[in-house]
């Protein structure tokens, strides 16, 4: 095996064991931790381990047991990649023995060297009138049941259960379910997580690239809406990221670790991390799932004062943070010129390396923690604020905006949000502006569209005004271009 990792300082480091450890080690000082590890040689004394390997006839032995079974698999026309979601691929039903086939008949190309066997077979997929599959690298075997405790009907390998023993470390783990992984060719699982702690074991081939970035770097990994259909799954190409589309994404590799697996390996992935899979050609692996202690011992009803307590603590580090980032203001609103280096935020806005506000206008940092507060208050009076770690504090308000009316108030003193914005000097108010849009999108989009009321507007509109004469024509296209561009994030 082999490890390779990002340089940023502050990520949890893979672990690498030699020794398998025991029950009570892997309890108390491994699991705990949240952090991958590597077993190496863990499962070489598996039966499936001698038994199973394509080079040494492995296939006749697992035709020969299992091949009457009919397996559900994986098929995509993206192939090589495998998509999570279900527009990107579908479930398809085929006897083991017809997967071994095509194992055994890319078998035989490799060893005939024909290299070109995936690039030969790129054309739409079919099925034949025997029932098989015209292009079967399109074809996966991923998460094929051999043990659930949570509906055994959905079991398919079962025969294979004896083939594989239980780890000594997992032995006090209630495990939810074991799952083949087998394919016939080249694939990539796209990059996702888990909702369970995992343990991934190697029967045979190698896993040529398992990549893993902690639960931390899910901003920069844009994952799927939480309420949607595969939520778990990232929506970035890594290998051709749109970096327009998702500009966090030029930091997802400083998150990044990357491991070799070869047979008899198994690598533990904690619940939330997530991963990319490549398989080389005729890989077969196994994992375990078990739920972590944390989330098993969940009480429901306490689950809206865990949310409410780990958005709180999202949003005070995002505050705290505000007061390391760079500054939104130019030399021009200074008035001083800076030996400190120059940056620009998508848009063209100056930023200087100092406080995302000036650090001795505390008036302005407790302005924009009272703004985002009483917008997340008026878009959700009932509900904590949804939160993210970095630079997307989201408001929930944007899919219910028909049925969020925005507030009738035409008096100063009864609307706290124009009373807010009364109170800011303009440039005040523009450095907080331009802190929301390029900290908090989402919410600036909700008090544009959500809780402005008509005296708000008429006293942001005062404010713009006596902006524009305070400010030069060239910092005044730079504010309206990143606003343009702050459009373009929201999909306007």
């Known amino acids: 095996m082999s490890l390779s990792s990002s340089s940023a300082a502050s990520l949890p480091r893979m672990r690498m064991f030699d020794k398998i450890p025991s029950a009570e080690e892997f309890i108390s000082e491994i699991e705990p931790l949240n952090v991958p590890a590597v077993f190496s040689g863990c499962i070489k004394n598996w039966k499936a381990f001698s038994q199973w390997n394509p080079s040494n006839g492995g296939l006749d032995y697992l035709q020969e047991k299992a091949g009457s079974s009919t397996v559900e698999a994986m098929l995509s026309q993206q192939a090589p990649v495998f998509y999570g979601d279900i527009r990107s691929h579908e479930r398809v039903s085929l006897p083991f023995s017809t997967f071994i086939g095509y194992c055994k008949d890319n078998l035989c190309d490799r060893c005939d060297g024909e290299d070109s066997f995936l690039e030969s077979k790129k054309h739409t997929l079919t099925e034949s009138h025997t029932g098989q599959f015209e292009f079967p690298e399109q074809i996966y075997l991923a998460q094929v049941p051999i043990l659930n405790i949570e509906c055994t009907e959905k079991v398919q390998l079962e025969c294979l259960r004896e083939d594989v023993e239980m780890p000594p470390f997992l032995e006090s783990k209630t495990i939810s379910s074991i799952n083949l992984w087998m394919n016939s060719a080249q694939s ?88 990319q899979v490549d398989s080389e050609t005729l890989t077969i692996a196994v994992n375990f799932w078990w739920r972590s202690d944390m989330m098993s ?49 998508p848009g063209g806005v100056q930023l200087r390396q100092m406080s995302v506000l000036h650090e001795t206008d505390q008036l302005a940092v407790s302005a924009l923690q009272k703004l985002v507060s009483l917008v997340h208050e008026r878009v959700n009076p009932n509900q904590p604020v949804n939160s993210t770690p970095a630079n997307n504090l989201a408001v929930e308000g944007k899919d219910e905006s028909n049925e969020i009316m925005k507030p009738d108030l035409f008096n100063l003193k009864d609307d706290p949000v124009a009373l807010l914005l009364w109170t800011l000097q303009p440039l005040a108010l523009r450095c907080v502006l331009l802190a929301m849009a390029h900290n908090f999108p989402r919410t600036l989009e909700a008090l544009i569209l959500l809780v402005l009321s008509p005296v708000g507007a008429e006293v942001l509109t005062r404010k713009f005004e006596e902006m524009d004469q305070l400010i030069g024509e060239e910092d005044r296209f730079s504010m309206v271009f990143s606003t343009t561009r702050l459009l373009q994030w929201m999909h306007f």
């Open 188 to 275: 990539r699982s796209s990059t996702h997580y888990d909702p369970h702690h995992n343990l991934l074991c190697i029967v045979s081939g190698c896993k040529q690239a398992v990549v893993l970035w902690p639960p931390s770097a899910c901003p920069f990994l844009y994952p799927r809406p939480i309420y949607g259909e595969a939520s778990n799954h990232s929506t970035l190409d890594l290998d051709e990221p749109n970096f327009c589309a998702h500009p966090r994404a030029e930091h997802s590799d400083e998150y990044s670790q990357k491991i070799i697996l070869h047979g008899g390996d198994a690598l533990f992935i904690p619940e939330g991390w997530y991963h």
């Open 297 to 345: 011992g969940l009480s429901d009803h306490m689950d809206s004062y865990y949310l409410r307590r780990i958005l709180r603590r999202l949003i005070d580090k995002e505050m705290n943070q505000l007061l390391h980032l760079p500054s939104l203001v130019d030399d021009k609103i200074d008035g001083n010129q800076s030996d400190q280096p120059n940056t620009r935020v």
